[in-house]
Protein backbone atom coordinates (compact mmCIF):
# COMPACT_ATOMS: atom_id res chain seq x y z
CA UNK A 1 0.00 0.00 0.00
CA UNK A 2 1.14 3.47 -0.83
CA UNK A 3 1.98 5.66 2.44
CA UNK A 4 -1.14 7.55 3.84
CA UNK A 5 -3.25 5.99 0.97
CA UNK A 6 -6.12 6.20 3.08
CA UNK A 7 -5.62 10.00 3.42
CA UNK A 8 -4.08 11.05 0.05
CA UNK A 9 -5.49 9.80 -3.52
CA UNK A 10 -2.11 7.95 -4.69
CA UNK A 11 -3.87 6.37 -7.49
CA UNK A 12 -5.81 9.04 -8.85
CA UNK A 13 -2.18 10.60 -9.06
CA UNK A 14 -0.95 8.25 -10.80
CA UNK A 15 -3.63 7.39 -13.43
CA UNK A 16 -2.48 11.11 -14.97
CA UNK A 17 0.45 9.17 -16.55
CA UNK A 18 1.06 6.32 -18.68
CA UNK A 19 4.42 4.03 -18.74
CA UNK A 20 6.39 4.54 -22.35
CA UNK A 21 9.14 2.50 -23.23
CA UNK A 22 10.63 4.73 -25.57
CA UNK A 23 9.75 8.57 -25.48
CA UNK A 24 10.38 10.88 -28.45
CA UNK A 25 9.92 14.26 -26.68
CA UNK A 26 12.44 12.39 -23.80
CA UNK A 27 14.94 11.50 -27.10
CA UNK A 28 13.76 7.88 -26.67
CA UNK A 29 14.12 7.98 -22.35
CA UNK A 30 11.74 4.80 -20.86
CA UNK A 31 9.55 6.83 -18.40
CA UNK A 32 6.36 7.73 -17.36
CA UNK A 33 4.69 9.99 -19.64
CA UNK A 34 1.89 12.78 -18.42
CA UNK A 35 -1.78 12.46 -20.23
CA UNK A 36 -2.81 16.12 -21.40
CA UNK A 37 -5.96 16.02 -21.10
CA UNK A 38 -8.49 18.46 -18.72
CA UNK A 39 -9.33 15.34 -16.57
CA UNK A 40 -5.53 14.57 -15.80
CA UNK A 41 -4.75 18.72 -14.93
CA UNK A 42 -7.81 18.14 -12.22
CA UNK A 43 -6.63 15.38 -10.90
CA UNK A 44 -3.07 16.97 -10.06
CA UNK A 45 -4.96 19.83 -8.14
CA UNK A 46 -7.33 17.59 -6.46
CA UNK A 47 -4.21 15.67 -5.45
CA UNK A 48 -2.29 18.97 -4.09
CA UNK A 49 -5.55 19.80 -2.30
CA UNK A 50 -5.49 16.75 -0.22
CA UNK A 51 -1.90 16.70 0.40
CA UNK A 52 -1.12 20.07 1.85
CA UNK A 53 -4.88 19.73 3.82
CA UNK A 54 -3.45 16.49 5.23
CA UNK A 55 0.11 18.08 5.86
CA UNK A 56 -1.68 21.00 7.37
CA UNK A 57 -3.43 18.71 9.46
CA UNK A 58 -0.58 17.10 10.83
CA UNK A 59 1.54 20.43 11.15
CA UNK A 60 -1.16 21.84 13.56
CA UNK A 61 -1.16 18.64 15.72
CA UNK A 62 3.08 18.93 15.83
CA UNK A 63 2.58 22.73 16.59
CA UNK A 64 0.33 21.60 19.60
CA UNK A 65 3.08 20.32 21.25
CA UNK A 66 4.85 23.69 21.73
CA UNK A 67 3.59 26.98 23.78
CA UNK A 68 1.36 28.91 21.41
CA UNK A 69 3.04 32.08 19.41
CA UNK A 70 3.41 35.06 21.74
CA UNK A 71 0.13 36.85 21.78
CA UNK A 72 0.60 40.52 23.81
CA UNK A 73 -3.26 40.63 23.88
CA UNK A 74 -3.86 37.31 25.22
CA UNK A 75 -3.92 38.39 28.63
CA UNK A 76 -5.65 35.64 30.54
CA UNK A 77 -2.41 33.12 29.42
CA UNK A 78 -0.03 36.11 31.10
CA UNK A 79 -1.82 35.63 34.41
CA UNK A 80 -2.30 32.29 34.53
CA UNK A 81 1.36 31.78 33.47
CA UNK A 82 2.63 34.16 36.69
CA UNK A 83 0.30 32.55 38.72
CA UNK A 84 1.16 29.32 38.21
CA UNK A 85 -2.47 28.39 37.55
CA UNK A 86 -3.14 25.32 35.45
CA UNK A 87 -5.44 24.58 32.92
CA UNK A 88 -5.54 22.94 29.23
CA UNK A 89 -4.88 26.45 27.78
CA UNK A 90 -0.82 26.22 26.57
CA UNK A 91 1.35 28.90 27.89
CA UNK A 92 2.99 31.16 25.52
CA UNK A 93 6.26 31.76 24.00
CA UNK A 94 7.94 34.77 25.38
CA UNK A 95 10.13 36.90 23.12
CA UNK A 96 13.46 36.21 24.18
CA UNK A 97 15.92 38.33 25.25
CA UNK A 98 19.06 38.88 22.96
CA UNK A 99 21.35 36.97 25.27
CA UNK A 100 19.19 34.07 25.76
CA UNK A 101 20.63 30.51 24.81
CA UNK A 102 17.74 29.08 22.52
CA UNK A 103 20.21 26.58 21.81
CA UNK A 104 20.60 24.13 24.90
CA UNK A 105 23.37 21.74 25.14
CA UNK A 106 21.38 18.65 24.64
CA UNK A 107 19.75 19.51 21.32
CA UNK A 108 23.70 20.99 20.23
CA UNK A 109 24.48 17.24 20.63
CA UNK A 110 21.88 15.91 19.20
CA UNK A 111 22.75 17.79 15.65
CA UNK A 112 26.43 17.49 16.40
CA UNK A 113 27.30 14.61 14.03
CA UNK A 114 24.94 16.76 11.28
CA UNK A 115 27.04 19.45 11.65
CA UNK A 116 30.19 18.22 11.34
CA UNK A 117 29.32 16.70 8.08
CA UNK A 118 28.55 20.71 6.67
CA UNK A 119 30.61 22.68 8.63
CA UNK A 120 33.96 23.90 6.45
CA UNK A 121 37.07 21.45 6.17
CA UNK A 122 40.40 22.89 7.00
CA UNK A 123 42.62 21.60 3.92
CA UNK A 124 43.77 18.54 5.65
CA UNK A 125 40.21 17.21 6.11
CA UNK A 126 39.94 18.56 9.64
CA UNK A 127 37.52 20.50 11.15
CA UNK A 128 36.44 22.75 14.28
CA UNK A 129 33.68 20.18 15.09
CA UNK A 130 36.15 18.01 15.60
CA UNK A 131 36.63 19.28 18.86
CA UNK A 132 33.39 19.26 20.08
CA UNK A 133 30.23 22.22 19.19
CA UNK A 134 29.87 22.59 23.08
CA UNK A 135 31.87 26.06 24.09
CA UNK A 136 31.81 28.05 26.95
CA UNK A 137 33.71 30.98 26.24
CA UNK A 138 32.33 34.19 27.13
CA UNK A 139 34.33 36.37 25.12
CA UNK A 140 35.43 36.01 21.61
CA UNK A 141 36.35 32.71 20.50
CA UNK A 142 37.53 30.98 17.36
CA UNK A 143 34.99 27.95 18.62
CA UNK A 144 32.92 26.33 15.82
CA UNK A 145 30.08 27.23 17.39
CA UNK A 146 30.49 30.14 19.88
CA UNK A 147 28.18 30.55 22.93
CA UNK A 148 27.11 33.79 21.57
CA UNK A 149 26.24 32.15 18.65
CA UNK A 150 23.85 29.91 20.72
CA UNK A 151 22.15 33.25 21.58
CA UNK A 152 18.44 34.68 19.97
CA UNK A 153 20.56 37.41 18.80
CA UNK A 154 22.69 35.10 16.47
CA UNK A 155 19.31 34.14 14.76
CA UNK A 156 18.24 37.49 14.37
CA UNK A 157 20.50 38.69 11.36
CA UNK A 158 18.63 40.04 8.39
CA UNK A 159 19.80 39.12 5.04
CA UNK A 160 20.95 42.05 2.88
CA UNK A 161 21.04 42.58 -0.90
CA UNK A 162 24.31 41.76 -2.77
CA UNK A 163 25.85 42.04 -5.81
CA UNK A 164 27.77 39.13 -7.22
CA UNK A 165 30.24 37.11 -5.84
CA UNK A 166 29.67 39.46 -2.21
CA UNK A 167 26.92 36.94 -0.46
CA UNK A 168 29.03 35.63 1.91
CA UNK A 169 30.77 39.42 2.78
CA UNK A 170 27.04 40.70 3.98
CA UNK A 171 24.93 37.78 5.02
CA UNK A 172 28.19 34.67 5.63
CA UNK A 173 27.05 35.27 9.79
CA UNK A 174 23.60 35.06 8.98
CA UNK A 175 23.68 32.22 6.70
CA UNK A 176 25.79 30.02 9.33
CA UNK A 177 22.83 30.65 11.43
CA UNK A 178 20.38 29.66 8.60
CA UNK A 179 22.76 26.25 8.35
CA UNK A 180 21.42 25.39 11.91
CA UNK A 181 18.00 26.31 11.50
CA UNK A 182 18.20 23.93 8.72
CA UNK A 183 19.77 21.15 11.33
CA UNK A 184 17.19 22.03 13.30
CA UNK A 185 14.62 21.04 11.21
CA UNK A 186 16.10 17.60 9.28
CA UNK A 187 16.35 16.88 13.05
CA UNK A 188 12.97 17.86 14.13
CA UNK A 189 13.95 20.28 17.01
CA UNK A 190 11.25 23.07 15.91
CA UNK A 191 11.39 24.68 20.19
CA UNK A 192 14.69 26.58 19.33
CA UNK A 193 13.29 27.96 16.23
CA UNK A 194 9.50 28.70 17.39
CA UNK A 195 11.28 30.86 20.13
CA UNK A 196 12.79 32.66 17.21
CA UNK A 197 9.36 33.46 15.52
CA UNK A 198 8.07 34.57 18.78
CA UNK A 199 10.43 37.51 18.64
CA UNK A 200 10.19 41.00 16.77
CA UNK A 201 13.30 40.26 14.83
CA UNK A 202 12.95 37.16 12.58
CA UNK A 203 13.98 37.25 9.37
CA UNK A 204 13.23 33.27 7.99
CA UNK A 205 10.93 34.86 5.19
CA UNK A 206 13.21 36.12 3.33
CA UNK A 207 15.45 32.71 3.50
CA UNK A 208 12.42 30.23 2.29
CA UNK A 209 14.54 30.88 -1.20
CA UNK A 210 17.61 32.24 -1.90
CA UNK A 211 21.02 32.16 -3.48
CA UNK A 212 24.82 33.92 -3.79
CA UNK A 213 23.13 36.13 -6.08
CA UNK A 214 20.50 35.98 -9.04
CA UNK A 215 22.79 34.43 -11.69
CA UNK A 216 23.62 31.48 -9.40
CA UNK A 217 20.16 30.22 -8.72
CA UNK A 218 18.75 29.84 -5.33
CA UNK A 219 19.44 26.69 -3.63
CA UNK A 220 20.28 27.82 -0.70
CA UNK A 221 17.12 28.29 1.54
CA UNK A 222 14.86 26.17 3.69
CA UNK A 223 12.39 25.19 0.84
CA UNK A 224 15.19 22.56 -0.21
CA UNK A 225 14.04 20.74 2.83
CA UNK A 226 10.83 20.91 1.34
CA UNK A 227 11.42 20.32 -1.99
CA UNK A 228 13.63 17.49 -1.85
CA UNK A 229 11.54 15.42 0.79
CA UNK A 230 8.45 16.01 -0.91
CA UNK A 231 10.48 15.13 -4.61
CA UNK A 232 11.11 11.60 -3.45
CA UNK A 233 7.79 11.32 -1.58
CA UNK A 234 6.04 11.53 -4.82
CA UNK A 235 7.88 9.17 -7.25
CA UNK A 236 8.37 6.57 -4.79
CA UNK A 237 4.61 6.58 -4.04
CA UNK A 238 3.61 7.01 -7.67
CA UNK A 239 6.17 4.06 -8.59
CA UNK A 240 4.33 1.74 -5.70
CA UNK A 241 0.78 2.16 -8.32
CA UNK A 242 2.53 0.43 -10.90
CA UNK A 243 2.81 -3.26 -9.64
CA UNK A 244 4.95 -4.02 -12.86
CA UNK A 245 7.45 -1.78 -12.15
CA UNK A 246 8.21 -2.72 -8.25
CA UNK A 247 10.17 -5.83 -9.20
CA UNK A 248 12.91 -3.42 -10.28
CA UNK A 249 11.95 -1.72 -13.67
CA UNK A 250 11.55 1.56 -12.15
CA UNK A 251 15.20 2.11 -11.49
CA UNK A 252 15.98 2.85 -15.68
CA UNK A 253 13.06 5.57 -15.24
CA UNK A 254 14.25 8.57 -17.06
CA UNK A 255 11.92 10.31 -13.68
CA UNK A 256 13.28 8.32 -11.21
CA UNK A 257 16.87 8.47 -12.25
CA UNK A 258 16.22 12.02 -12.26
CA UNK A 259 14.78 11.91 -8.56
CA UNK A 260 17.86 10.23 -6.86
CA UNK A 261 20.24 12.51 -8.62
CA UNK A 262 18.30 16.18 -7.56
CA UNK A 263 17.97 15.05 -4.36
CA UNK A 264 21.55 13.42 -3.48
CA UNK A 265 23.29 16.90 -5.64
CA UNK A 266 26.58 18.22 -3.90
CA UNK A 267 25.47 21.98 -4.26
CA UNK A 268 25.09 24.72 -1.52
CA UNK A 269 22.08 23.18 0.18
CA UNK A 270 23.93 20.08 1.58
CA UNK A 271 21.93 19.82 4.59
CA UNK A 272 18.69 18.65 2.61
CA UNK A 273 20.14 16.31 0.68
CA UNK A 274 21.56 14.30 3.87
CA UNK A 275 18.41 12.12 4.35
CA UNK A 276 18.24 10.86 0.23
CA UNK A 277 21.76 10.50 0.36
CA UNK A 278 22.10 8.23 3.31
CA UNK A 279 19.47 5.74 2.18
CA UNK A 280 20.71 5.26 -1.09
CA UNK A 281 24.26 5.40 -0.05
CA UNK A 282 25.14 8.15 -2.57
CA UNK A 283 28.48 9.97 -2.32
CA UNK A 284 29.74 13.42 -1.95
CA UNK A 285 30.28 14.72 -5.30
CA UNK A 286 29.26 11.59 -6.99
CA UNK A 287 25.96 14.14 -8.59
CA UNK A 288 27.76 17.98 -9.17
CA UNK A 289 25.70 21.28 -10.29
CA UNK A 290 27.51 21.51 -13.91
CA UNK A 291 28.22 17.60 -14.96
CA UNK A 292 30.38 15.68 -17.18
CA UNK A 293 30.32 11.93 -18.46
CA UNK A 294 33.34 10.33 -16.50
CA UNK A 295 33.07 7.96 -19.89
CA UNK A 296 33.41 10.77 -22.46
CA UNK A 297 34.04 8.49 -25.79
CA UNK A 298 30.86 6.89 -24.62
CA UNK A 299 29.04 9.57 -24.04
CA UNK A 300 30.01 11.98 -26.58
CA UNK A 301 26.94 11.59 -28.38
CA UNK A 302 24.68 13.43 -25.65
CA UNK A 303 27.62 16.51 -25.46
CA UNK A 304 27.82 19.67 -27.53
CA UNK A 305 30.91 22.17 -28.17
CA UNK A 306 30.76 24.94 -25.38
CA UNK A 307 31.00 27.56 -27.23
CA UNK A 308 30.65 30.51 -24.90
CA UNK A 309 33.56 29.22 -23.09
CA UNK A 310 36.08 28.88 -26.36
CA UNK A 311 39.46 30.58 -25.56
CA UNK A 312 40.45 32.44 -28.38
CA UNK A 313 42.93 30.35 -30.11
CA UNK A 314 40.92 27.00 -29.42
CA UNK A 315 37.73 28.88 -31.21
CA UNK A 316 39.73 29.52 -34.04
CA UNK A 317 40.63 26.07 -34.47
CA UNK A 318 36.64 25.01 -33.99
CA UNK A 319 35.71 27.16 -36.81
CA UNK A 320 38.33 25.68 -38.71
CA UNK A 321 37.67 22.23 -38.25
CA UNK A 322 35.11 21.73 -36.26
CA UNK A 323 37.33 20.19 -33.51
CA UNK A 324 37.92 21.07 -29.69
CA UNK A 325 39.67 19.49 -27.26
CA UNK A 326 37.17 17.47 -24.92
CA UNK A 327 37.69 19.28 -22.06
CA UNK A 328 35.33 21.95 -23.89
CA UNK A 329 32.60 19.87 -24.42
CA UNK A 330 29.19 20.02 -21.91
CA UNK A 331 26.34 18.12 -21.87
CA UNK A 332 23.73 18.70 -24.20
CA UNK A 333 20.94 17.10 -22.25
CA UNK A 334 21.63 14.19 -19.25
CA UNK A 335 20.98 11.11 -20.44
CA UNK A 336 18.46 10.05 -17.91
CA UNK A 337 16.33 6.91 -18.45
CA UNK A 338 18.94 5.91 -21.39
CA UNK A 339 21.17 4.00 -18.97
CA UNK A 340 20.44 1.55 -16.25
CA UNK A 341 20.66 2.73 -12.64
CA UNK A 342 23.91 1.12 -12.05
CA UNK A 343 25.18 3.30 -15.21
CA UNK A 344 23.84 6.37 -13.95
CA UNK A 345 25.55 5.91 -9.92
CA UNK A 346 28.92 5.88 -12.17
CA UNK A 347 27.76 8.37 -14.69
CA UNK A 348 29.93 11.27 -13.55
CA UNK A 349 32.76 9.73 -11.51
CA UNK A 350 33.08 5.86 -10.96
CA UNK A 351 31.94 4.83 -6.97
CA UNK A 352 32.55 1.63 -5.55
CA UNK A 353 30.42 -0.21 -2.76
CA UNK A 354 28.48 1.62 0.01
CA UNK A 355 28.51 -0.52 2.96
CA UNK A 356 25.68 -1.12 5.33
CA UNK A 357 25.61 -1.51 8.88
CA UNK A 358 25.47 -5.32 8.43
CA UNK A 359 28.58 -5.26 6.28
CA UNK A 360 30.86 -3.67 8.83
CA UNK A 361 29.52 -6.40 11.06
CA UNK A 362 30.78 -8.83 9.04
CA UNK A 363 33.97 -7.17 8.60
CA UNK A 364 34.89 -6.77 12.41
CA UNK A 365 33.85 -10.31 12.47
CA UNK A 366 36.29 -11.51 9.84
CA UNK A 367 38.78 -9.86 11.34
CA UNK A 368 38.18 -11.46 15.06
CA UNK A 369 38.35 -14.61 13.21
CA UNK A 370 41.85 -14.08 12.24
CA UNK A 371 42.41 -13.26 15.98
CA UNK A 372 42.94 -9.67 15.82
CA UNK A 373 42.18 -7.68 19.09
CA UNK A 374 38.92 -5.20 18.47
CA UNK A 375 40.57 -2.13 19.18
CA UNK A 376 43.36 -3.00 16.02
CA UNK A 377 39.83 -4.13 14.54
CA UNK A 378 38.50 -0.51 14.80
CA UNK A 379 41.57 1.40 13.61
CA UNK A 380 42.00 -0.63 10.28
CA UNK A 381 38.35 -0.38 9.37
CA UNK A 382 38.37 3.21 10.19
CA UNK A 383 41.84 3.79 8.26
CA UNK A 384 39.97 2.42 5.93
CA UNK A 385 37.07 4.52 5.83
CA UNK A 386 34.90 1.71 5.71
CA UNK A 387 31.68 2.64 8.06
CA UNK A 388 28.09 2.34 7.37
CA UNK A 389 26.93 4.40 3.79
CA UNK A 390 23.81 3.60 3.15
CA UNK A 391 20.84 2.29 5.47
CA UNK A 392 19.10 0.47 2.45
CA UNK A 393 19.78 -3.53 3.24
CA UNK A 394 19.30 -3.69 -0.13
CA UNK A 395 21.49 -1.60 -1.96
CA UNK A 396 19.69 0.35 -4.57
CA UNK A 397 16.03 -1.55 -4.42
CA UNK A 398 13.68 0.71 -2.06
CA UNK A 399 11.11 -1.58 -3.11
CA UNK A 400 12.83 -4.94 -2.21
CA UNK A 401 10.73 -7.20 0.30
CA UNK A 402 13.65 -6.96 3.00
CA UNK A 403 13.66 -2.99 2.65
CA UNK A 404 9.92 -2.52 3.80
CA UNK A 405 11.03 -1.10 6.90
CA UNK A 406 13.54 0.97 6.33
CA UNK A 407 11.66 2.32 3.20
CA UNK A 408 8.56 2.88 5.23
CA UNK A 409 10.75 4.82 7.92
CA UNK A 410 12.31 6.99 5.41
CA UNK A 411 8.88 7.96 3.86
CA UNK A 412 7.91 9.29 7.32
CA UNK A 413 10.88 11.13 7.56
CA UNK A 414 10.02 12.76 3.83
CA UNK A 415 6.84 13.04 5.15
CA UNK A 416 7.73 14.67 8.42
CA UNK A 417 9.88 17.42 6.67
CA UNK A 418 7.13 18.99 4.49
CA UNK A 419 4.89 18.89 7.95
CA UNK A 420 7.61 20.57 9.45
CA UNK A 421 7.82 23.09 6.76
CA UNK A 422 4.62 23.44 6.25
CA UNK A 423 4.43 24.39 10.30
CA UNK A 424 7.40 26.87 10.60
CA UNK A 425 5.50 28.52 7.16
CA UNK A 426 2.20 28.96 9.19
CA UNK A 427 4.40 30.68 11.99
CA UNK A 428 5.58 32.97 9.84
CA UNK A 429 3.18 33.81 7.41
CA UNK A 430 1.44 37.27 6.29
CA UNK A 431 -0.54 38.93 4.15
CA UNK A 432 2.46 39.18 2.05
CA UNK A 433 3.92 35.73 2.46
CA UNK A 434 1.42 32.28 2.13
CA UNK A 435 2.87 28.83 3.32
CA UNK A 436 0.16 27.28 0.92
CA UNK A 437 1.34 29.09 -2.18
CA UNK A 438 5.29 28.42 -1.43
CA UNK A 439 4.33 24.94 -1.37
CA UNK A 440 1.88 24.49 -4.22
CA UNK A 441 5.18 26.54 -6.31
CA UNK A 442 7.19 23.35 -4.87
CA UNK A 443 4.54 21.07 -6.11
CA UNK A 444 4.54 22.44 -9.63
CA UNK A 445 8.04 22.66 -10.23
CA UNK A 446 9.18 19.22 -9.14
CA UNK A 447 6.41 17.37 -11.38
CA UNK A 448 7.57 19.53 -13.69
CA UNK A 449 11.28 19.22 -13.66
CA UNK A 450 10.59 14.81 -13.25
CA UNK A 451 8.65 14.76 -16.12
CA UNK A 452 10.57 17.18 -18.15
CA UNK A 453 10.25 16.55 -21.98
CA UNK A 454 9.44 18.64 -25.24
CA UNK A 455 5.62 18.38 -25.78
CA UNK A 456 4.89 21.66 -26.35
CA UNK A 457 2.40 21.43 -23.81
CA UNK A 458 3.96 20.52 -20.91
CA UNK A 459 4.41 24.24 -18.99
CA UNK A 460 1.30 24.68 -19.25
CA UNK A 461 0.05 21.51 -18.05
CA UNK A 462 2.07 21.19 -15.17
CA UNK A 463 2.82 24.95 -14.23
CA UNK A 464 -1.21 25.70 -14.41
CA UNK A 465 -2.71 22.62 -13.72
CA UNK A 466 -4.94 24.13 -11.28
CA UNK A 467 -5.88 27.36 -13.07
CA UNK A 468 -9.89 26.68 -14.44
CA UNK A 469 -9.63 24.98 -17.84
Known sequence: MAHQAERLPWQTLASVFELKTANPCQHGARNLHPQATPESRQKLSQFFDALFKN????????????????????????FKDITGEEDDTPAQYYPPAKDEVILPDKIVEIITLTVKRWYPKEKDGSSKVDQGLLC?????????????ERQTAAFQRDRHFNDCYEFYHYNGKAY?????????ILHGEMDPILRVCSSDECYLIKWWT??????????????????????????????????????????????????????????SCQIATYSHRD?????DEQFTK????????????????????????????????????????????????????????SFEKPVSYQPHATDILQA????????????????????????????LPIAGEPFHPENKAELDRYLEQCWGLVVR????????????????????????????????????WRAEFFYNFDEEV
Open 210 to 267: CGPCECEGSDLGWDKLCEYAMTMYLILNIIYCFPDLRDGGYRDLGSYQRAIRACTISS
Open 421 to 456: CVMLGYELEDEDWSIEKKVRDVFRWRFGSLFECECK
Open 55 to 78: ATIDAKQERNKYPDKFDPINVGSF
Open 364 to 391: HAVLHNKGLPAELSDSILSSANYTAKRT
Open 290 to 345: YPKPFDFTRWKHVMKVDKYNLPEAINKAYEETGEVPDGYYKLDYYPYGLMSYDELL
Open 176 to 184: RNLEFIKTL
Open 279 to 283: LFGIE
Open 136 to 148: THTNDCDCALPLK
